[in-house]
């Protein structure tokens, strides 16, 4: 369906979990990915996570602020060339305090508590995750939950639609939603979904808006340290 005919709405899919379609216009996204490729681009660049277990993720990534690896994080990056880690910008982290307020505004359903700074009354948005989709990557069922606050967890969308799949905070199986993220959609989940496990079981190659020139998928993911 032609999405400027039909437009999709905000939908609130778990208490504390919010879907925004389109809330980043066209320029918004081509001023992220241009930043994306900057962070990218070594030392501290886009890497390959291995996991404990000896197996790799298919999603590449790129961290800011605090390097995360499994399952903790550090300063430099300590499973790939050892560097310090690339700072955390002051305007990522306002974008990540206005997406809370747009998703989880004061009255609207699924509205949630989180950690505020005293001085601001604002989250400290401190750490960001990059992960660079291919048409073939995937992410496995999991849980954001090796911070120290239980802010929301903010998710931006650039590139290839994907299928986001978020589930229950007791195990990876049922129930859970699928919800299609496009290019430009902001997520959001904290409070009693803080620690809901989600995942990406799918991307859809070729859809990204041509305009933007990008082949693939890059998901943002904003959060909290509390440290």
């Not at 300063?75 to 990540?96: A, H, I, N, S, Y």
């Not at 849980?143 to 606050?149: G, H, I, N």
Request: net charge negative.
């Amino acid at each position: 369906m032609d999405a400027e005919l039909f437009p999709r709405p905000r939908t609130t899919i778990a208490p504390g979990a919010v879907h925004v379609p389109d809330w980043l216009d066209a320029r918004a996204q081509r001023e992220l990915l241009a930043a994306c490729r900057e962070w990218a681009v070594p030392p501290a660049g886009l890497r390959t996570v291995r996991t404990p277990g000896g197996g790799t993720m298919t999603a590449r990534q790129v961290c800011l602020g605090w390097h995360w690896y499994p399952y903790g994080y550090a300063r430099t990056v300590v499973d790939g060339d050892g560097t310090p880690v690339k700072p955390f910008p002051d305007w990522l982290g306002e974008l990540g305090r206005r997406a809370v307020r747009d998703a989880l505004e004061e009255g609207a359903p699924g509205t949630v508590p989180y950690d505020e700074a005293p001085a601001t009354g604002k989250p400290l948005y401190d750490i960001a995750l990059i992960n660079f989709y291919d048409g073939d990557a995937r992410m496995g069922m999991h849980r954001d939950s090796d911070e120290e606050s239980d802010a929301p967890v903010v998710s931006l969308s650039l590139g290839d639609s994907c299928v986001f799949r978020f589930g229950n905070t007791e195990s990876r199986a049922r129930p859970y939603t699928d919800v299609e993220l496009r290019s430009g959609d902001l997520f959001v989940f904290g409070g009693p979904s803080r620690l809901a496990y989600h995942g990406v079981p799918k991307v859809h190659p070729g859809t990204a808006p041509p305009e933007l020139g990008l082949a693939g998928r890059l998901n943002v993911t904003l959060r909290v340290s509390g440290r």
